[in-house]
């Protein structure tokens, strides 16, 4: 930390970068985009957990009066959802945006301006699929929404539309991202960044657009057919015309497993840049390491019916879904002891960052060791569920992504902003975390194994389940004190916090060469790599600022524009002409789409059309 | 020797640095999509086949349909014939999409087909694209009066899970070669206003590869959906 | 997507040795073929009575798949990335689509 | 095998140990670990060989972990570490050390889900459950028996579930006695071949007892709200019950004594009370039901109802049998009851709770509920029947309905049902 006090801040630099709304709004700069996103979903974290603290109010005590069932319903689904697809994967979307061209020593992404695109999508889904609340229709069929209860018969109101358009807004934008990351990573590296030089970072994000790639059009074609059966009449899920119902479920979960291993593995990936870092040593089996994710991933694809174990697909299924997913628990060992042996032999400094990366190691792998235990078909039919489920997916989810998205938010915060975040505030809010996020999860173990479903908007008295709610409801209202104390310590940095320099921690990797925060094109000189960790093997020195803009030096960048948000615009809005259909407007509807699409189509033309940078 | 070679990369500042592999990012861009349409595909077939034979009541594809099952008796629905005809049309459209490229390649090299009308016809890519996109027109022609001789033949998408998973399924697969239809004329504009050459050929490249996609999948429906009972 | 038109075009194209247009109309001939043989053994009772006309045709099917994406689509004389691209996802693909048919007791039982 | 018995008696001594109060607990009457049932035997001792590998390998890796973090605590002015960039032997020991532990898990697991999955014995007692939003039905297809929310199984007798619904998925869960099983719709055409819609399980090792069941799958609105009872009883008693079940109504409808003015017992009452004396046992003895299956969902504030009222059977015959009760229930030896709709109410008064186990079976929770079920239990699809109740579902203030003294006749003629 000693550079922090006398690296100059990036101010002193010569030009000043435009500001402003609209100079956001237009934004075709990666770590813009990065920043963009890691605001709005830590703000839909704050929602996600609003919601899930009324779920913990109404389950303090038995028989709760709090909420009505109904609204009950509606919280734990779009919790749910918020918390899956509108927190963990855009905050691994900013980290993506951030650093994946800073690590490999690029100036920007393949396609700066799908990349706006993606965000302003999110944006709008994300909306659009809350604005349900304001007319009281909120998404109420689980996260994972199961038909038949979803189909029109059982839910004819506008909470399900909302779900599964909002949930096809979304997959637009985490597809166009992963097209774009995937090129970027494979064709913007860096001379002699050769993929076995990668930071693991980009390494886990690399494997997890391909996760995003194959697993996302499934679930697209499932809301396909819901949205069909929904809106025509199709009979993809009605049971009385011969069809399976449990079609949805085998559809969902062949999405749904990829997608934890897309929640997880960029948390895995910020661990692995923290670990080394404050232990002064490389990352233990760097190789393996990439092997296990990519094995993970594979695996990950045939492993979804462990969801399922209940249905009775037979013993033979049964027998094939358990084996292949006690298989994935070995490569996820591996990272785990790798981990704790980049750590041993070091010199490790407990900084926030560190914390929270320790944390992750420690408590995903309680998540993991009740995932194997929900592995075995006959053990499970007593734990599927109930809140021994709830458990191990907040162990993993919370205990493992979040603890590693906050790592990565300590850590690279100074990179994004240019200054420090308080180590006091941190090292309360990570103790605050750690302790609450235990009191309020570690007893869903024992209500769950002692008889509590979940999704369950009231549990009665007298059955040994009052005393573990509790706890886990105390444990909640702590969390959210610990979260406001981190988005606290976010907000005062920005301004109070000590000035870092180009590599505050004194990290290896590429992207802590550049100024705090880096120019607009990255590297004023792309970079030309040696090995793994540049900045400790003396392959490079660090640049403590950029006096020049773009344009003095020379280096051609992507003009701002606004037509992506208009695509994304019009794109939202034709999806969201649907509703009126269920509102007994079909031409209402019908003329919305064409009109939408029309617009849609020709702002996309014109953003094909017009050339991305000016010629030179 | 760091040094060095930054000093070599200075001049990179300047325009851009040539991409790690060389190859243009829309190329790999354009084949992440097609490995990620291979699993939007995979669900659809994966849908009809497992509805396969599941319908409680006609029209069928390959089978009649009895009273009671059937208000009144119902014939096989698909139309063999007609369906290896537009078949074969997609097919000869990718022959013309790939003649197209070559076309748009070879620009600069006046001749390069040899002499002759056919030679001329050769080296003309407007042709080769006009002619993919009215051939893909006509697939979408062929598909149009299929599905609109079912309706009347009474199986819609509503009707049973033959109909519902068979329209989705071939309208999913309609809808790309429309898409495609609509970026082969956009090209064929291109063309007109300024001639594709091969500085181009990669807008024609990607244009292609997605093509022929397309016909490939249609090479797994005809098999799956039409012809095996 | 415009970006980074400019630069070097069609710089994959000239590394690699093209397909002439005879393939291509060689090709074209032997997709003509098998349609045209499939549809026959169709029209077949007996042959569509025994176990061989399931299997023949998607034999059939996999050929022309295998040629289009192999000389159309230049995956054969094409860097070699691009196999990798897509024989990846084409793998998960085909299992999955085994592993549903199989949960929807269809194969092996 | 003697290695995997020594491990589970290990393993019984440290579950016990480390889920001391978890497991086989009064104060825990749902707790998965009471072995009741073979199912649950097996199911616990292969839960029990998991658990103690899974603790195993947590304390083995946080120890580890702990140690190391502790262990490598920066010390000022420390030299840079030795930069180790890996170590093949110790990766590919924790590479097979998991492997292991993974194998001795699997084994007992695939030998389990094999043996839990047999078919059921031929001559167990066949109970089909058909799941509605939100309330069980339990059909006994071998005595023809309809009824619900309370399902009876003999002691020591294999009962075999077959799951169906009629709507949504729902899952039939009792902790205690064994796993669950998911009711997807199955068409009646047969049992689909490639799904196993049923569970099977014997309750060996108890005495009669009541135990809790649940829904476990969520299905809409009152998914918390739908539960009900298993009544494990002798062999007797359950041919007994059966046999009272078998039979229509028994209190027959309308009798021709002139109905009595409310406030008086009257003999009318009469039939109601000596009719059951016919069936040696009708139903589980309340009085003995141990206090864990006792409902205590409390009633809405909004619904008031007068105790004190006493209510006449013979009116309330003729009521239900014209009001729109019809719509909905079966009462057997009822020619308007046959509708299919709610659950079947033949013996109604034999049970111990109403509303898919949610309340007690008593005169003021039955009269609360026959008022305004939908305060009573969210989204409850039968009709808000007392007079002046706001309906839930249109969101209106009844201005006609039942009065409460014909809800007490009503609750009199149910109760009578035994
Ligand atoms: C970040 C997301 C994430 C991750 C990473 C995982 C990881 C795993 N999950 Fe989990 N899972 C979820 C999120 C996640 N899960 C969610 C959200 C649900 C619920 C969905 C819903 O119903 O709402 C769920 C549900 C779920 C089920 C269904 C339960 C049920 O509904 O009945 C199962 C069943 O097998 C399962 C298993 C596993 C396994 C085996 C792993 C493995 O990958 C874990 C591997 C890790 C370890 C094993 C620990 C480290 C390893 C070692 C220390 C080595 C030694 C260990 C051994 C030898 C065991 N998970
Ligand atoms: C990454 C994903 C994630 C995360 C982080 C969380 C976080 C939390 N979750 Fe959960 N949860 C899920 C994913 C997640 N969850 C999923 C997928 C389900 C299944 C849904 C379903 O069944 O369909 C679920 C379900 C679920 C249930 C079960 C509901 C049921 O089955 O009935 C419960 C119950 O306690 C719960 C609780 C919590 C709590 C207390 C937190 C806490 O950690 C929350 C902590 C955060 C806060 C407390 C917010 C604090 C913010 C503020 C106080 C606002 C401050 C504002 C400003 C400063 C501007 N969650
Ligand atoms: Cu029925 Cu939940
Ligand atoms: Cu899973």
């Given at each position: ?20 709304v609209w100079?956001w709004l237009t934004t075709v700069?990666?770590?813009?985009i990065?920043?963009l996103y890691?605001?709005t979903a830590?703000a839909w974290?704050?929602v996600g957990?609003?919601e ?18 109904d609204t009950?319903n509606q919280l734990?689904t779009m919790h749910g959802t918020t918390?899956v697809f509108l927190v963990?994967m855009p905050?691994?979307a ?17 396609f700066p301006r799908l990349n706006a695109f993606s965000y302003w999508v999110y944006l709008f889904g994300s909306l659009f699929m809350n604005a349900s609340w304001l007319i009281g229709a909120a998404p109420d069929g689980g996260w994972f929404g199961y038909t038949p209860l979803t189909t029109y018969q059982y839910s004819s109101g506008l909470n399900i539309d909302f779900w599964l358009l909002g949930l096809q807004i979304l997959g637009v934008s985490s597809l166009a991202a992963a097209f774009n ?31 995003l790639v194959?697993a996302f059009p499934v679930i697209t074609i499932a809301l396909v057919f819901l949205q069909f059966d929904r809106f025509f009449g199709t009979q993809f899920y009605q049971?009385?015309a011969?069809a399976?119902?449990?079609l949805w479920?085998?559809l969902f979960?062949?999405f749904?497993?990829?997608e ?300 701002p524009t606004i037509k992506p948000l208009f695509v994304a615009l019009f794109m939202t809005l034709m999806l969201a002409s649907m509703l009126l259909m269920h509102k007994g407007m079909p031409t209402a509807a019908v003329a919305g789409i064409i009109t939408f699409a029309v617009l849609m189509t020709l702002s996309l033309y014109s953003w094909l059309l017009t ?6 | ?32 999509f097609?490995?990620s349409e291979?699993m939007l595909f995979?669900s659809l077939?994966?849908t ?85 996109a009215?051939?893909g027109a006509?697939f979408l022609g062929?598909q149009a009066y299929e599905f609109t001789?079912f309706v009347h033949?009474?199986l819609t998408i509503r009707k049973?899970l033959?109909g519902s998973s068979f329209f989705t399924l071939t309208g999913f697969h309609g809808a790309h070669v429309t898409v495609g239809v609509l970026w082969l004329l956009t090209?064929?504009a ?17 244009a292609?590869?997605y093509?022929?996609?397309v016909?490939?999948v ?12 | 997507m415009a ?107 | ?219 809409g ?174 969101k ?23």
């Amino acid at each position: 930390m000693a550079t922090a006090a006398t690296a100059p801040a990036h101010v002193h630099s010569g030009y000043h970068e435009p500001t402003g709304v609209w100079s956001w709004l237009t934004t075709v700069d990666h770590k813009r985009i990065g920043a963009l996103y890691l605001y709005t979903a830590l703000a839909w974290f704050a929602v996600g957990g609003l919601e899930a603290v009324m779920i913990r109010i109404q389950l303090q005590g038995p028989n709760g009066r709090f909420i009505s069932a109904d609204t009950y319903n509606q919280l734990f689904t779009m919790h749910g959802t918020t918390m899956v697809f509108l927190v963990i994967m855009p905050m691994s979307a900013a980290f993506f945006n951030l650093l994946i061209p800073l690590q490999i020593g690029a100036r920007d992404v393949a396609f700066p301006r799908l990349n706006a695109f993606s965000y302003w999508v999110y944006l709008f889904g994300s909306l659009f699929m809350n604005a349900s609340w304001l007319i009281g229709a909120a998404p109420d069929g689980g996260w994972f929404g199961y038909t038949p209860l979803t189909t029109y018969q059982y839910s004819s109101g506008l909470n399900i539309d909302f779900w599964l358009l909002g949930l096809q807004i979304l997959g637009v934008s985490s597809l166009a991202a992963a097209f774009n990351f995937i090129t970027t990573i494979i064709n913007m590296r860096a001379p002699g960044m050769n993929l076995m030089r990668m930071p693991v970072f980009t390494w886990m994000a690399f494997v997890v657009q391909f996760l995003l790639v194959l697993a996302f059009p499934v679930i697209t074609i499932a809301l396909v057919f819901l949205q069909f059966d929904r809106f025509f009449g199709t009979q993809f899920y009605q049971a009385a015309a011969g069809a399976d119902p449990l079609l949805w479920q085998h559809l969902f979960w062949i999405f749904g497993h990829p997608e934890v291993y897309i929640l997880i593995l960029p948390a895995f990936g910020l661990v692995s840049e923290v670990l080394p870092t404050f232990s002064r040593k490389p990352l233990f089996g760097y190789a393996v390491m990439v092997y296990s994710a990519i094995l993970i991933a594979f695996l990950g694809f045939g492993v979804w019916a462990h969801h399922m174990f209940a249905v009775g697909m037979g013993p033979v299924a049964d027998t094939l879904f358990a084996l292949t997913t006690m298989l994935i628990g070995i490569p996820t060992g591996v990272k785990i002891f790798n981990w704790i042996f980049t750590m041993w032999g070091g010199d490790i400094r407990f900084t926030t960052p560190m914390k929270f990366a320790i944390a992750l190691v420690g408590l995903f792998t309680i998540g993991g060791i009740s995932g194997v235990m929900h592995a075995s078909p006959p053990a499970d039919l007593q734990q599927t569920d109930t809140y021994f489920i709830v458990a191990h997916f907040h162990y993993v989810l919370f205990g493992g992504s979040m603890m590693g998205l906050w790592a990565g938010v300590y850590y690279y915060y100074p990179k994004l902003t240019g200054k420090m975040m308080s180590e006091k505030l941190g090292s309360w809010h990570f103790w605050l975390t750690f302790i609450a996020m235990n009191l309020t999860f570690m007893p869903m173990h024992w209500s769950g194994l002692l008889g509590m479903p979940r999704r369950t908007w009231v549990y009665d008295a007298g059955q040994g389940l009052e005393i573990w709610n509790l706890v886990s409801s105390l444990g909640a209202y702590l969390q959210a004190v610990a979260v406001i104390l981190g988005f606290w310590n976010m907000w005062r940095s920005r301004k109070a916090g000590a000035v870092a320099g180009a590599n505050p921690w004194g990290a290896g990797t590429l992207e802590w060469s550049t100024p705090s925060p880096p120019p607009e094109y990255n590297y004023a000189v792309i970079p030309t790599v040696t090995s793994r960790y540049p900045m400790w093997d003396g392959g490079m020195q660090a640049t403590e600022s950029s006096p020049k803009s773009a344009k003095e030096l020379g280096i051609p960048m992507p003009n701002p524009t606004i037509k992506p948000l208009f695509v994304a615009l019009f794109m939202t809005l034709m999806l969201a002409s649907m509703l009126l259909m269920h509102k007994g407007m079909p031409t209402a509807a019908v003329a919305g789409i064409i009109t939408f699409a029309v617009l849609m189509t020709l702002s996309l033309y014109s953003w094909l059309l017009t050339p991305l940078e000016d010629e030179h | 020797m760091a040094t060095a070679a930054a000093a070599a990369a200075g001049v990179v500042g300047h325009g851009h640095p040539p991409t790690t592999t060389g190859l243009e990012h829309r190329k790999i861009a354009i084949w992440a999509f097609i490995g990620s349409e291979c699993m939007l595909f995979t669900s659809l077939i994966s849908t009809y086949l497992a509805y396969k034979g599941r319908s409680v009541t006609g029209p069928f594809p390959h089978e009649v349909c009895n009273p009671p099952q059937c208000a009144t008796t119902m014939q096989p629905i698909l139309d063999i014939p007609v369906t290896s005809v537009s078949t074969f049309v997609l097919l000869m459209s990718s022959l013309a999409m790939v003649m197209g490229l070559a076309a748009v390649q070879n620009k600069d090299k006046p001749g390069w087909a040899g002499t002759g009308w056919w030679a001329r016809i050769q080296e003309s890519s407007r042709i080769w694209i006009m002619m993919t996109a009215i051939l893909g027109a006509t697939f979408l022609g062929f598909q149009a009066y299929e599905f609109t001789s079912f309706v009347h033949e009474g199986l819609t998408i509503r009707k049973n899970l033959f109909g519902s998973s068979f329209f989705t399924l071939t309208g999913f697969h309609g809808a790309h070669v429309t898409v495609g239809v609509l970026w082969l004329l956009t090209l064929y504009a291109i063309d007109v206003r300024r001639g594709l050459g091969p500085k181009d050929a990669l807008l024609v490249d990607i244009a292609a590869l997605y093509w022929h996609f397309v016909d490939v999948v249609w090479i797994a429906i005809f098999t799956l959906v039409y012809l095996i009972k | 997507m415009a970006d980074h038109s400019q630069s070097h075009a069609g710089h994959a194209e000239g590394e690699h040795a093209h397909p002439t247009w005879s393939t291509y109309w060689k090709v074209a001939t032997i997709l003509t073929l098998i349609t045209v043989a499939e549809v026959w053994i169709y029209y077949i009772p007996a042959f569509v009575a025994t176990k061989l006309f399931v299997p023949s045709l998607l034999i059939m099917s996999a050929v022309k798949f295998a040629i289009v994406v192999m000389f159309y689509m230049h995956l054969k004389y094409d860097h070699k990335l691009f196999r990798v691209l897509f024989t990846g996802p084409l793998i998960i693909a085909a299992a999955t689509m085994m592993v549903l048919l199989f949960l929807f007791g269809h194969l092996f039982v | 095998m003697p290695a995997d018995s020594r491990l589970r008696r290990l393993a019984q001594a440290a579950l016990t140990a480390a889920l001391i109060g978890l497991a086989g607990c009064v104060q825990n009457p749902n707790s998965v670990f009471h072995s009741r049932t073979d199912f649950n035997r097996d199911v616990t001792s292969l839960f029990t060989i998991i658990i103690v590998m899974g603790t195993a390998v947590f304390i083995f890796t946080e120890i580890l972990l702990i140690y190391a973090i502790w262990r490598f605590r920066a010390k000022p002015g420390a030299p840079r570490p030795e930069q180790v960039h890996g170590n093949t032997k110790l990766e590919i020991l924790w590479t097979v050390l998991p492997a292991v532990v993974l194998a001795v898990i699997a084994v007992p697991t695939v030998t389990t889900i094999f043996k839990t999955q047999a078919r059921a014995t031929s001559d167990a007692v066949q109970i089909e459950v058909i799941g509605h939003q939100w309330w069980w039905e339990f059909r006994y297809p071998q005595s023809g028996v309809t009824t619900a929310n309370e399902v009876y199984m003999p002691l020591g007798k294999t009962i075999d579930f077959k799951l169906n619904t009629v709507d949504v998925i729902h899952s039939f869960w009792i902790p205690a006695l064994g796993g669950k099983r998911d009711a997807v719709y199955t068409p009646n055409s047969g049992w689909l071949k490639y799904r196993q819609s049923n569970l099977w399980f014997t309750a060996d090792s108890t005495t009669e007892d009541v135990f809790n069941g649940f829904c476990a799958e969520y299905c809409g609105t009152s998914h918390a709200n739908m539960r009900f009872r298993a009544m494990v009883v002798s062999q007797a008693s359950f041919d007994s019950w059966i046999a009272q079940q078998q039979k229509p109504a028994v209190y027959s409808a309308p009798a021709p004594t002139p109905p009595p003015a409310p406030g008086r017992r009257a003999a009318a009452a009469a039939p109601a009370t000596a009719a059951p004396a016919t069936a040696s046992f009708i139903a589980f003895d309340r009085a003995k039901m141990p206090a864990h299956a006792v409902p205590r969902t409390p009633i809405p504030a909004s619904i008031h109802y007068d105790t004190t009222l006493v209510g006449d059977p013979v009116r309330g015959a003729t009521l239900t049998a014209s009001s729109s009760c019809i719509a909905c229930h079966t009462i057997r030896g009822v020619p308007t009851m046959q509708a299919k709709v709610g659950p079947d109410l033949t013996h109604v008064g034999s049970r111990l709770t109403i509303g898919g186990g949610l309340f007690p079976n008593d005169a003021k929770h039955l009269a609360s509920w026959i008022k305004n079920s939908g305060a009573m239990k969210p989204g409850s699809f039968m009709t808000t029947l007392g007079v002046g109740q706001y309906d839930p579902k249109s969101k209106l203030t009844l201005s006609f309905g039942l009065t409460d003294q014909q809800i007490a006749d009503i609750v009199a003629y149910l109760q009578a049902l035994k």
